[in-house]
Structures are given as C-alpha cells and as structure tokens.
Nanobody, 124 residues
Framework: QLQLVESGGGLVQPGGSLRVSCAAS????????MGWFRQAPGKEREIVAA????????YYADSVKGRFTNSRDNDKNTVYLHMHTLNPADTAVYYC?????????????????WGPGTPVTVSS
C-alpha cells in the first residue's frame, strides 16, 4: 500500500528554522520525483519545492528561494524540506506528494499521491 507520511511540523518563531520530513513506502521511491506543497488558511494549495528522482535537480517557488532547501535520501525513502528564516506568511499545512515522473514537476495535476500534511505555524 502506497503511503506518504509527513512529520516535523509545529510552532516556530519568526526568523526560526524547521525541518519537515516525508517518509514514503509502498513504491520504488528512488524512481520518482517528489514535491512539497503548502496550503494556508483560505488560500489555494501551492507548490513550494520539488526534487528529481536522484536529487540532482530541484525547483523552488520564488517565495521560498534562498530560504528553503529540498533534499532526499533514497536509502531511507525520505524527502526533506529544510526551512529557514521563517515568517508568518509561511504558516500553512505542508504536504509532500509523488510526481508522475522521475523529473521535476511544478503543477498539482502532475502529482498522483499525497500525504495527509503537517501543519507549520510561524508566530511569536
């Protein structure tokens, strides 16, 4: 059974850092690109970052470029999102998703499996 499970969300102060993880199971993780999306209250879900099957190619939304880093460990079937210099605008539920390809994908329609999400709140 294919599963994606996020963890590591929580409350962090503005300017702080947080790492969220996504553990995958039930498929050949190393064959697929992965993505991170987020959805803030009252807003549409948006892509945050994506990483190719071997991690050599990454994509970042302009809003997080230079602050977030996407990485993966294919031996552990896990993808990570390292978030730095967080601000209240980063408050959202963060979702990982499996792309329908080994290459980086940027739109929701190109992702076929999703985790349940982990909430991140940036507040003092």
């Amino acid at each position: 059974q294919l599963q994606l499970v996020e963890s590591g969300g929580g409350l962090v102060q503005p300017g702080g850092s947080l790492r969220v993880s996504c553990a995958a199971s039930g498929f050949t993780f190393s064959s697929y690109a992965m993505g991170w999306f987020r959805q803030a209250p009252g807003k549409e879900r948006e892509i945050v970052a994506a990483i190719s099957w071997r991690g050599g190619i990454t994509y970042y939304a302009d809003s997080v470029k230079g602050r977030f880093t996407n990485s993966r460990d294919n031996d552990k079937n896990t993808v990570y999102l390292h978030m730095h210099t967080l601000n209240p605008a980063d408050t959202a539920v963060y979702y990982c998703a499996r792309a329908d390809s080994s290459s980086v994908r940027r739109t929701m329609e190109e992702y076929d499996y999703w985790g349940p999400g982990t909430p991140v709140t940036v507040s003092s």
